[in-house]
């Protein structure tokens, strides 16, 4: 194998995630929204989505699996079977993290209090849960209200209702065509060949930074196994028994609980140490002087 040094980048609504090859973790992350760059990196994203979407179930060392992926601006379902990305059952939502944190903020907003997109990105990160969520070491799943610090020195009190009704939306949205997150995920798997639905069932991975909002992913295992076992298809109700989302929590992955976060960029640095990479999806300076975005498409797919 060679021994170059390779760069990763994985490219983001919010953030770029770049590092060195065999790094645990990217060494640099950065807003993607400089002006100047953003259609670019949006270009660039849309082309290479599925491929890191597929590098999801490639850090967990599976070679089957559904990858859930929702980052900030876009959430995805890539069902991937022996290595194979199945494009006819790949879906694509338009909401996402960012949209949860609109959607806190705007009801900070309706009690008059004014808070700025990046301060209620932060209160997100810290507070939000999805429905049906209990954690003893969380106070905002234990208390109707509570009192807090927000990051521009405000202290304010709030009902925690806040925190979970801004994430509802995520999973069930009448304004988006595929109906919210969770009739998304069925979507995909329903799509998929009847052999390998099972496989895929029980093998729903999640990833990107969005997924570490706590509870997210048993409520979507709790909401997949309710509508599957009202499908008017036995086939399709049969599903429920099997369905397993990873991680939620009553199942980790060692390691990967909060790894996830960077999935698709950790599963392209162990993707960059296979003799495959060189031989086939390597792009060459002199490719790229040559071919530019071309080349990136024609790699990626």
Excluded at 28 to 47: D, G, N
């Amino acid at each position: 194998m060679s021994e170059e040094s390779i760069f990763i980048i994985d490219i983001g609504s919010s953030s770029v995630k770049a590092g060195y090859m065999g790094e645990d973790i990217p060494s640099y992350v950065f807003p993607s929204s400089l002006t100047q760059y953003q259609e670019r990196l949006e270009s660039i994203e849309s082309w290479m989505g599925d491929a890191f979407s597929n590098l999801g179930s490639t850090i967990m060392r599976r070679t089957s699996g559904l990858v859930v992926e929702c980052g900030a601006g876009l959430t995805t379902t890539v069902p991937v079977f022996e290595g194979l990305v199945l494009r006819h059952a790949v879906t694509e939502m338009e909401y996402a993290g960012q949209d949860v944190t609109a959607a806190l903020r705007k009801q900070f907003i309706d009690k008059n209090i004014n808070l700025d997109f990046n301060h209620a990105k932060t209160v997100k990160e810290k507070l939000a849960f999805a429905r049906g969520y209990y954690s003893e070491q969380a106070e905002q799943t234990q208390k109707d209200s509570m009192t807090f610090w927000l990051p521009d020195g405000n202290e304010v009190t709030m009902d925690t209702t806040v925190f979970q009704a801004c994430t509802d939306s995520l999973f069930y949205n009448t304004r988006m065509a595929s109906g919210g997150l969770v009739p998304q995920v069925q979507e995909s798997l329903l799509l998929c060949d009847e052999s390998i639905k099972r496989d895929l069932a029980n093998n729903i991975i999640l990833s990107g930074g969005s997924t570490m909002i706590p509870g997210l992913g048993d409520r979507l295992h709790t909401e997949l196994i309710t509508r599957l076992a009202s499908d008017p298809d036995p086939r399709n109700q049969s599903l429920a028994g099997i369905v397993r989302v990873v991680p939620n929590s009553n199942y980790r992955e060692p390691g990967y609980t909060l790894q996830r976060k960077y999935a698709p960029w950790i599963g392209a640095s162990l993707v960059a140490s296979f003799e495959t990479y060189h031989k086939c999806l390597k792009i060459s300076r002199q490719e790229w002087e040559e071919s530019h975005d071309e080349i990136v498409y024609l790699k990626g797919i």
